[in-house]
């Protein structure tokens, strides 16, 4: 049996594949040991082991594919001995990578690349097909992440309360979020996870992209990514794909931006675990 894991701080996306190549989908909570504690990361696990003790065959071996957020040099220790720990029964052979590795093995498989991810933050990498071979630092909503969901809700906000947006869209925007002024910016300032009350904001960009000021703003934070993080790599012949719900949900901007950037817009998904099947060996006929 082998596991493949996609997990982010929000959610988890797990694959089981059987001895007979079946393959069981699994969602748990979000896993990240940069801001998780161990006891929180062991309960997220504690129906992906039930699921294995319940189907794993006797003699099977286990081999568990792990890419996630917060995987970074210390991350990836403290991910490792938690699931040793946990799966020291199948005694499992591990493998633990960044969610950023794992994004640029499910777009780009064996082939160089450019590979991104758009969700609530932003990240991309110079892929050579096997490994990362140069990665833009993303630095984090405040400094940096730009075209990510937080971003886009942080500047959409800036030019909705600035009084830059019909008012039609900010009366909206406070019905739907049921948030006076001052709460938002108690919320923003004030309570924890600004960043993904920010991207929360996505949905509502969205529908209203047929407004030119907010499609302008849009597609400008797009070129604003491509600048900043990924011209750097100095490869434009290399096919730039996404993986992430803004990089889907907003892929025809995308494109645009790609395109008017002079770079070669590639592949977009909304999540990378059809492509890690892929890339660890499993049909997609099984799935």
Request: glycine residues 10%.
């Amino acid at each position: 049996m082998i596991i493949i894991a996609d997990c982010g701080g929000t959610k988890s996306d797990w694959a089981l594949v059987c001895d007979d190549r079946t393959v069981v989908r699994m969602q748990t909570g979000g896993i990240n040991p940069i801001h998780q504690s161990e006891d929180d990361i062991v309960k997220q696990l504690d129906a992906v082991v039930q699921e294995v003790t319940r189907r794993r065959a006797a003699a099977s071996t286990l081999d568990i594919y792990f890419y996630g957020a917060g995987c970074n040099a210390v991350g990836t220790g403290i991910v490792s001995a938690i699931l040793a720990r946990v799966f020291a029964p199948f005694a499992p052979g591990l493998h633990v990578w960044s969610d950023l590795l794992g994004a640029a093995r499910s777009l780009c498989q064996h082939a160089e690349g450019i590979a991104c991810i758009l969700g609530t933050g932003s990240n991309s990498c110079l892929y050579d097909g096997e490994s990362i071979a140069a990665n833009t630092p993303p630095l984090g909503y405040i400094l940096g992440d730009e075209g990510s969901g937080a971003d886009l809700g942080k500047h959409f906000l800036h030019d909705l309360l600035k009084g830059q947006l019909p008012e039609q869209l900010r009366d909206e925007f406070y019905s739907s979020c049921q948030l006076s002024y001052p709460q938002v910016i108690q919320r923003i300032y004030q309570q924890p996870r600004a960043n993904s009350f920010l991207a929360s904001l996505a949905p509502l960009i969205h529908r209203h992209l047929g407004n030119q000021q907010v499609y302008d703003m849009v597609l400008d934070r797009f070129r604003s990514f491509v600048h900043y993080n990924l011209k750097p790599y100095r490869r434009p012949d290399l096919p730039v794909s996404f993986v992430g719900s803004v990089a889907y949900y907003f892929r025809d901007l995308l494109a645009e931006a790609i395109e008017r950037e002079g770079l070669k817009m590639g592949t977009v998904a909304r999540t990378p675990m059809a492509g890690l099947l892929a890339y660890h060996g499993v049909d997609a006929a099984d799935v």
